[in-house]
């Protein structure tokens, strides 16, 4: 996922017409979950998804990004979640998604002064995975793309599996998710055909079969 053009991945709603509209929608009773065309509703997606980040990424663009499984983004890039600053709360996943991101210190530091921080802060924080240059965003993003899918399909969408509700869950409980998805695994023809790859030192030839 990445951004049209390179000043900006995505800045968010426009306050002059979407958070209006939001302001009515909640004095009607009607207000609604901030979806973004479902990424940041609490839905399993299964498949892997990577953020080319370039420009400002900031508001709901922020927290777009940060539904996303893994966030490359170059120098110039800019991050923050400005919503305190006009008296509302980043209402799209902020709040939950960036304190499981980062320490929590450093998200509440961007969630309530609503300042903006560099690519380079957020790299040492951990917002991002890495930092690239502008003319290798896509590509690289392609390339970690490409190693995902040269990996077992269905052990890939266990892992990501057991990690996202691992991490919402007691030490014991993820364990238990952990064992029964390893069992699910170790009982697919998915499995069979690596661990006999890597006997006759070959690349495995995946085909997502569970049985």
């Given at each position: 996922m990445t951004g049209a053009g390179g000043r900006a991945f995505c800045s968010g709603g426009d306050l002059k017409t979407y958070m209006p509209w939001?302001?009515?929608?909640?004095q009607e009773g009607n207000e609604s979950t901030i979806s973004f065309g479902g990424m940041t509703l609490p839905h399993e997606i299964t498949k892997p998804v990577i953020a080319a980040i370039q420009g400002y990424c900031i508001a709901g663009g922020l927290?777009?990004?940060?539904?996303?499984?893994?966030?490359?983004?170059?120098?110039?890039?800019?991050?923050?979640?400005?919503?305190?600053?006009?008296?509302?709360l980043p209402g799209g996943?902020?709040?939950?998604?960036?304190?499981?991101?980062?320490?929590?210190?450093?998200?509440?530091?961007?969630?309530?002064?609503?300042e903006s921080i560099t690519a380079q802060r957020?790299?040492?924080?951990?917002?991002?995975?890495?930092?690239?240059?502008a003319g290798d965003l896509l590509?690289?993003?392609f390339k970690v793309a490409q190693r995902i899918v040269e990996n077992g399909p269905l052990a890939v969408q266990a892992a990501?599996?057991?990690?996202?509700?691992?991490l919402s869950a007691a030490l014991q409980d993820g364990l238990t998710l952990e064992a029964a998805l390893q069992r699910q695994l170790l009982q697919s023809e998915d499995a069979q055909e690596g661990l006999k790859a890597f006997a006759e030192r070959r690349s495995p030839v995946f085909k997502g079969v569970a049985s």
């Open positions: 939001r302001r009515q929608l909640a927290e777009l990004a940060m539904a996303c499984d893994i966030r490359l983004s170059t120098a110039d890039s800019k991050f923050g979640l400005a919503e305190v600053r006009w008296g509302v996943g902020g709040t939950q998604r960036l304190p499981r991101l980062v320490p929590v210190g450093y998200a509440l530091e961007m969630i309530l002064t609503g957020a790299e040492q924080i951990g917002l991002v995975n890495r930092i690239v240059e590509d690289t993003a990501k599996k057991a990690v996202q509700q691992g």
